[in-house]
């Protein structure tokens, strides 16, 4: 990603702590102390505590810390539909984001995204 699209990414993510953004056309772009958790996820680790629970929570006592769903638009529609309740209330079952969390989420193409998830997120085109 060229520096300037970067550094814009930096500030929209900066300026918009509690929104989950949805990056469009950035496949190679950085953040710092994150964890990565693969989209076709199994739902039931979804939402029972289990590793990624612990690596986010141990990431986020550190410093702010992103959580990146990747691969969400290789997922259908209603696949993609098991991260609703993760982007809207910031809970995946029991488990609760912890407040200096944000969820991103890297695309290729925003068409493959849900309405339905494009609506619970801000998006951002790298341009």
Excluded at 22 to 29: E, L, R
Excluded at 48 to 61: D, R
Excluded at 111 to 120: G, R, T
């Amino acid at each position: 990603m060229e520096m300037k699209a970067e550094f814009k990414l930096k500030q929209v993510l900066a300026a918009n702590p509690a929104q989950t953004v949805i990056v469009v056309g950035a496949p190679d772009f950085e953040v710092d102390n994150y964890v990565s958790l693969s989209a076709d996820i199994d739902e039931r680790e979804l939402h029972i505590p289990m590793h990624w629970h612990k690596l986010i929570e141990m990431k986020a006592k550190k410093a702010k810390a992103c959580l990146l769903i990747e691969g969400l638009d290789r997922l259908d529609d209603i696949a993609q539909q098991k991260f609703a309740g993760l982007l809207k209330d910031r809970r995946a079952g029991n488990y609760k984001l912890p407040a200096n969390v944000q969820i991103v989420i890297p695309v290729a193409q925003r068409e493959k995204v849900s309405a339905k998830i494009q609506s619970l997120s801000l998006v951002w085109e790298v341009k």
